[in-house]
């Protein structure tokens, strides 16, 4: 709705190509329950469509746009670290032109964050040689999840390393444009 204005179902549509895992899509339900909050917040409005626009084909779906107070909140939280890679995931398959540099800081502070936690992690004692000297069950447990957490780490920072050249190329090819 930042880009153009729409309706539910098509935004719900959207919403269903994003590149990001099941758990983190929202439902339809969710969808229209969030399209009534914001627009009870005042974010988003109700929208004319254009005679012409395929939108005014459907006269029973309201069409909502992005109100000048909606577009702040937008630009306010696209400037708020991700909480997460899969929240990083989302945002990037929403962004605007705009948001690419902001993205690519991001992707580089997370991927830094990622190699640091790996360095922590990757100097744990093997769990086996900990078993065979008598440590402590609990212990010898904890670091073999550290072992394999440190690996899904190190295999997300270079995904982060990967997806911050690629952002960094399209917001080169963007400023081309």
């Known amino acids: 709705m930042a880009?153009?204005?729409?309706?539910?179902?098509?935004?719900?549509?959207?919403?269903?190509?994003?590149?990001?895992?099941?758990?983190?899509?929202?439902?339809?339900?969710?969808?229209?329950?969030?399209?009534?909050?914001?627009?009870?917040?005042?974010?988003?409005?109700?929208?004319?469509?254009?005679?012409?626009?395929?939108?005014?084909?459907?006269?029973?779906?309201?069409?909502?746009?992005?109100?000048?107070?909606?577009?702040?909140?937008?630009?306010?939280?696209?400037?708020?670290p991700p909480r997460s890679f899969d929240d990083l995931c989302v945002r990037v398959s929403v962004a605007r032109p705009a948001d690419l540099p902001i993205l690519i800081a991001f992707a580089a502070d997370l991927e830094q964050l990622s190699v640091t936690r790996f360095q922590e992690w990757s100097v744990t004692p093997e769990p086996l040689a900990m078993a065979r000297r008598d440590a402590p069950w609990r212990t010898v447990l904890r670091t073999l999840v550290a072992k394999y957490q440190a690996a899904d780490v190190a295999a997300q920072a270079t995904v982060l390393g990967d997806l911050r050249a690629e952002l960094e190329e399209l917001h080169a090819l963007s400023r081309d444009a």
Do not use: C, K, M
């Open 3 to 80: 880009r153009e204005p729409a309706h539910g179902y098509a935004l719900y549509s959207e919403i269903e190509r994003w590149p990001v895992p099941d758990q983190l899509r929202p439902g339809r339900s969710t969808v229209y329950r969030h399209l009534e909050r914001l627009n009870a917040d005042g974010l988003i409005a109700p929208h004319a469509p254009a005679a012409d626009s395929p939108a005014s084909r459907h006269p029973d779906r309201t069409i909502f746009a992005a109100t000048t107070a909606g577009l702040a909140e937008l630009d306010r939280h696209a400037r708020t």
